[in-house]
């Protein structure tokens, strides 16, 4: 088979049915920074044989517009673990065998592929698609994964959304050898199926023996769903303004680097995705410029995962080593409008939360002030004239006789017969 027909059964077996952009791209390697286009599913094929040659690349989920970044993803189609193994000095071939032997159907669920990318393994499971709603469950998995494969050289910043991987038939240029896919089996897995099956923590009713994995792992969840909240809400406000955001593109750059990194642990990817954002100002600022001016959020986050800096923050009275960032301030220092806040998922006020709130309520069929007030009004009146009506037949009776009579509480009616 030919290099350019392994590529088209790789991603045609990966991306069959899919929705949304695929990404292919190819590493320039004096730079270290990748060359991309986009693709619909359809083009994606026969568009392959420009791109064949060193180096390339496809990315393992969709987006909804041709932009490879965490805010623009459409499906998650596939979880995966770059397996490092020539770090550890381990042939890939008896890695492939070990985990079949004691890791897949046991530790692990069997991949549907692996990837022999040169010098080490890609093990991919296929989902089938959920939106962009479902990443703090699928980066929890993803955690489970790189944790259980960590003795085979797991990378844990090759485990962001967006990730792309070689695709078969391309050449790894550091190894000098052909890139080749292993395909075991094409069932797709249901996501929520292998939390049940592998992540009980999540799941409040189970696995009660261990409050302490369990109470780490949802601590972990929900600061992921924090983390891509936050750094798509700032990539929203770039869209919402039309890319004129005026003195705030330093902030924003800012925020988005650092929200990136403590999202997917790989401040290259972060810094990658932050001069993307930058470009899609009407005013970019200069690629030094944001380099400069962001790189302290990069600081900020590994201080996140230093002890020393940890203990050395609470000492001085703060949660800990990072930046603990208030919706207040971010409200401040992008200046983000009442109207902003309501296309926002958790840059959000008081004022826009209550808003919120009181949307809810009346979705479940609470009604609004007016017509609470309004319709309770209309009940008192009714019971009004019920008491009223016992009175004039029986001006003696009592507010006991009145309660039996009507079935309204003692108090209640002679609230009412005040009123009278």
Same mark, same amino acid.
């Given at each position: ?119 080490g ?5 296929? %989902? ?18 790189i ?46 199926d ?25 601590h ?7 983390? %891509? ?10 869209? %919402? ?19 990136t ?31 400069k ?48 806040q309501?296309?926002m ?27 609470y ?9 009714s ?15 009592? %507010? ?21």
């Amino acid at each position: 088979m030919s290099n350019l027909a392994l590529a088209k059964e790789h991603v045609l077996f990966h991306h069959k049915d899919s929705d949304g952009w695929i990404t292919v791209a190819k590493k320039d390697l004096k730079s270290g920074f990748f060359r991309q286009y986009h693709y619909r599913p359809e083009e994606l094929a026969d568009a392959l044989s420009e791109w064949m040659g060193e180096n390339v690349y496809f990315s393992q989920n969709t987006f909804y517009k041709p932009r490879r970044a965490i805010e623009t993803i459409r499906q998650l189609r596939s979880l995966y673990v770059d397996l490092d193994v020539y770090t550890k000095g381990m042939e890939p071939e008896w890695v492939l065998g070990k985990l079949e032997l004691e890791y897949f159907r046991q530790e692990i669920p069997e991949p549907n592929m692996v990837i022999f990318s040169g010098r080490g393994l890609v093990l991919i499971w296929n %989902i089938e698609p959920v939106p962009y709603k479902a990443i703090p469950l699928w980066r929890s998995m993803e955690t489970y994964l790189i944790d259980r494969l960590k003795e085979f050289g797991a990378d844990a910043k090759a485990s962001d959304p967006t990730r792309i991987f070689r695709i078969a038939g391309s050449i790894n240029s550091k190894s000098g050898t052909m890139v080749k896919t292993e395909y075991r089996h094409s069932y797709r897995y249901v996501l929520r199926d292998l939390q049940s099956d592998y992540l009980p923590e999540l799941t409040p009713s189970q696995n009660k023996s261990k409050p302490g994995r369990k109470k780490k792992i949802i601590h972990l969840y929900n600061v992921y769903t924090l983390h %891509i909240q936050r750094a798509r809400d700032v990539a929203k406000l770039v869209e %919402i303004r039309n890319g004129n955001v005026g003195n705030c593109r330093e902030y924003i750059c800012f925020l988005y680097r650092y929200f990136t990194c403590c999202f997917t642990d790989n401040p290259r990817e972060a810094l990658e995705c932050t001069l993307e954002l930058n470009q899609q100002f009407t005013k970019p600022l200069p690629e030094k410029e944001v380099i400069k001016a962001t790189a302290s959020a990069e600081k900020a986050w590994a201080a996140k995962s230093n002890k020393a800096a940890n203990e050395a923050a609470k000492a001085k009275g703060y949660p800990g080593a990072g930046y603990n960032l208030k919706n207040k301030d971010l409200i401040d220092w992008l200046h983000i409008t009442d109207k902003e806040q309501e296309q926002m998922s958790t840059i959000i006020g008081t004022k826009e939360k209550n808003r919120r709130r009181r949307e809810e309520r009346r979705k479940n069929g609470m009604l609004p002030r007016e017509e609470y007030l309004k319709q309770q009004k209309e009940q008192t009146d009714s019971k009004l004239e019920i008491i009223r009506a016992y009175i004039e037949k029986d001006p003696k009776i009592s %507010i006991r006789k009145l309660a039996q009579e009507t079935g309204m509480s003692k108090s209640a009616i002679q609230r009412l017969k005040a009123r009278l």
